[in-house]
């Protein structure tokens, strides 16, 4: 499989040197700036024409395109591990602070990257899953004494977890990161155990906490992918989905085995209603669900109507989120 997305920031800061509006120094030319706001900067000088010609094929995705086609389809270890590097006599090396084969999964990859996912690449899926299981280590192979993992190295592991519907790799590093002294009493985050300030984890921890309650797509949405089963209870509120919906609030009973869903969308759409554990019952407000539920399966369809709150009430059954490894046939 070959990645099939660019990214906003590639297509915008590469070739398009012939917009109106370019002074000499613009801060899209300065290359000291982030890529959001260098692509923020670029997009505000844009014409309605310009930004038209990136969704056609007088634009640059198409060459974009034909450079994505160009790159060499993931591999696997002779066990089904995705490899890091593709090319086939390189030796795998697990014990290090990065996990750069799994970006696939993470939105551009398993996470960031929303390329490998159970659903629509399975086999993908497994190999990622058994290359990120491998890399839940704690001491570096170039560790000095006391050296372990970096924040962002147990952010990044726990983000692919959560994308791979594995609650086991989220709980353990999530735990280390909040136990271990990566967040001090003041709530301040380090990058090393009791270190000195590194902001890895002050936007991690709060990104792994909604990425186990809640994954999106356009037209997906799925309910606690990856919930470590100690946090029985709670809720979350205020978090968008990215299949242009708000969550305005998701609370969770385990004991109980219930969900609360409440949804607002912005547009009039059908989205996939996802709950791994299997949906028992549910109930929506009339004309919501699109067809009868098939009573244990993980999914149902649902209309959800432009801008106004719709709330689901979800029974749960007692299949796990990870069950999904054991049912992908190995290539």
């Not at 040197?17 to 997009?43: H, I």
């Not at 310009?50 to 160009?70: D, F, H, I, T």
């Not at 066990?79 to 939105?107: C, F, I, M, N």
């Not at 791979?164 to 985050?189: F, P």
Request: hydrophobic content about 40%.
């Amino acid at each position: 499989m070959r990645p099939n997305r660019p990214t906003i920031a590639s297509l915008l800061l590469i070739g398009l040197a012939s917009f109106a509006q370019q002074p000499g120094n613009a801060p899209y030319q300065d290359l000291t700036l982030t890529p959001e706001r260098r692509a923020a900067d670029l997009v505000s000088r844009m014409t309605l024409e310009e930004k038209v010609l990136q969704k056609q094929n007088s634009g640059p995705v198409p060459k974009r395109k034909a450079m994505l086609a160009k790159m060499p389809p993931y591999l696997l270890e002779p066990d089904g591990t995705l490899k890091e590097w593709a090319w086939p006599t390189l030796q795998e090396h697990y014990t290090h602070r990065h996990v750069s084969p799994l970006y696939g999964p993470w939105p551009d990859g398993a996470w960031p990257a929303d390329e490998i996912d159970p659903d629509r690449t399975p086999q993908l899926a497994r190999a990622a899953e058994i290359a990120g299981r491998r890399r839940t280590v704690d001491a570096l192979a170039t560790a000095v004494a006391g050296e372990t993992l970096p924040a962002y190295g147990r952010c990044h592991r726990a983000l692919v977890g959560a994308r791979l519907k594995d609650n086991v790799i989220v709980d353990v590093q999530r735990r280390q990161l909040m136990e271990q002294g990566y967040v001090s009493t003041a709530l301040r985050c380090s990058r090393e155990p009791y270190g000195p300030p590194v902001p890895d984890a002050l936007g991690g921890i709060p990104t792994i906490i909604m990425e186990m309650l809640a994954y999106s797509r356009p037209g997906v949405m799925e309910v606690l992918p990856a919930l470590p089963s100690k946090l029985v209870k709670g809720s979350i509120h205020g978090m968008l989905a990215r299949t242009f919906a708000r969550i305005d609030r998701l609370a969770r009973d385990m004991d109980a085995r219930t969900v609360d869903l409440t949804v607002t969308s912005v547009r009039k759409q059908d989205v996939t209603l996802i709950a791994r554990y299997g949906i028992e019952a549910i109930t929506a407000p009339a004309g919501v669900l699109a067809a009868a539920l098939r009573v244990g399966k993980a999914d149902i369809d649902v209309h959800l109507p432009e801008n106004r709150p719709v709330t689901f009430h979800l029974k749960l059954g007692h299949h796990q989120p990870l069950d999904w490894v054991n049912q992908v046939s190995v290539a």
